[in-house]
Antibody, heavy 118, light 108 residues
Framework: EVQLLESGGGLVQPGGSLRLSCSAS????????MHWVRQAPGKGLEHVSA????????YYADSVKGRFTISRDNSKNTLYFQMSSLKAEDTAVYYC???????????WGQGTLVTVSS | EIVLTQSPGTLSLSPGERATLSCRAS???????LAWYQQKPGQAPRLLIY???SRATGIPDRFSGSGSGTDFTLTISGLEPEDFAVYFC?????????FGQGTKVEIK
């Protein structure tokens, strides 16, 4: 059974940093691109970052470029999201998602809430 | 970047009625990479339809997707109580994998 389990969310002050982790199981982690999708309270879904299976290529939305870094450790089956210079508008539930080429986002984590507030 | 616009914003219907949700793209989207998701409060989205018209595993056949080019539709043929939720379309062929803003299907 495919499972994605995020951790690391919490309350952080503006300008602060946080690292999210996503522990994956039930599939060969290195075979899949992994993405981060966020959802601000009461809002829609935003694709913010992606990384290929090897980790050799990444994508960032303009809203997070230069502040956030996606990475992965295939030996630990874990995806990371290092968030720095956090702003109030980064407040959201962050989902770890596996990209399946044919079907899209079939598997989602349960989400972890990041709140940026003083 | 492909912008997806969903309509209506809210759909008020009664159980048993047919729901028709629209997703319009700012440029042509390959039908192979258009998906629909359902989201209920406090839950992660759930994949319903991929490739514009293929149902994901375990999705009831009252859900159907259609369309091509820039116009796509999700139809729920007879609303069940558990279908009242928010629905998002998404293109997933290349980054950014943008989503529509969502359509809320609420009980009338």
């Amino acid at each position: 059974e495919v499972q994605l389990l995020e951790s690391g969310g919490g309350l952080v002050q503006p300008g602060g940093s946080l690292r999210l982790s996503c522990s994956a199981s039930g599939f060969t982690f290195s075979n899949y691109a992994m993405h981060w999708v966020r959802q601000a309270p009461g809002k829609g879904l935003e694709h913010v970052s992606a990384i290929t299976g090897s980790g050799g290529s990444t994508y960032y939305a303009d809203s997070v470029k230069g502040r956030f870094t996606i990475s992965r450790d295939n030996s630990k089956n874990t995806l990371y999201f290092q968030m720095s210079s956090l702003k109030a508008e980064d407040t959201a539930v962050y989902y770890c998602v596996r990209l399946d080429t044919l079907t899209g986002y079939l598997y989602w984590g349960q989400g972890t809430l990041v709140t940026v507030s003083s | 970047e492909i912008v997806l616009t969903q309509s209506p914003g809210t759909l008020s219907l009664s159980p048993g009625e047919r729901a028709t949700l629209s997703c319009r793209a700012s440029q042509s989207v390959s039908s192979s990479y258009l998906a629909w998701y359902q989201q209920k409060p406090g839950q992660a989205p759930r994949l319903l339809i991929y490739g514009a018209s293929s149902r994901a595993t375990g999705i009831p056949d009252r859900f159907s997707g259609s369309g091509s080019g820039t116009d796509f539709t999700l139809t729920i043929s007879g609303l069940e109580p558990e279908d009242f939720a928010v629905y998002f379309c998404q293109h997933y062929g290349s980054s950014p994998r943008t989503f529509g803003q969502g359509t809320k299907v609420e009980i009338k």
